[in-house]
């Protein structure tokens, strides 16, 4: 049986995933926009250029979102959100030490990139 393994670990559901969201470059990966929600709940963790000029009290998740209908994508304002959560994808060369099955279980990657084993799931 084939062992499926992912990039990176949902801080959420902690399920393995090789796309998704990445908070801050990295403080925080999700799976979907279901676990960014639920992690965050109400908490304004998020900002827009405009929020932070104008020294807002920033932003839920549902608020976040909704802000990129706002804004055009050749304006500073959609780089500056991109910074804040983005999705995007990891594929090989983005794998830090471990790797995760969909269940979240860790693996040590220099133990399993060459094991027939295991199949790594591109992003």
């Known amino acids: 049986m084939i062992i499926k393994l992912y990039y990176r670990q949902c801080d959420n559901c902690k399920g393995g995933m ?33 929020d932070w000029n ?16 706002d804004i055009d994508d050749n304006e500073y304002a ?17 794998e830090g030490v471990e790797v995760y099955d969909r269940d979240g279980k860790a693996y040590n990657f220099d133990d399993v990139c060459d094991d027939s084993r295991y199949e790594f799931q591109e992003g």
Do not use: M
Not at 54 to 69: I, R, V
């Open 18 to 50: 090789s796309d998704g969201y990445d908070y801050h470059h990295g403080e925080y990966f999700f799976c979907n926009d279901k676990c960014v929600g639920e992690y965050f709940g109400d908490k304004k963790a998020f900002t827009t250029l405009k």
């Open 54 to 69: 104008d020294n807002g009290p920033g932003l839920t998740w549902k608020e976040f979102q909704d802000s990129w209908d």
């Open 78 to 94: 959609y780089d500056w959100q991109l910074d804040i959560c983005s999705y995007t994808d990891w594929s090989r060369g983005h």
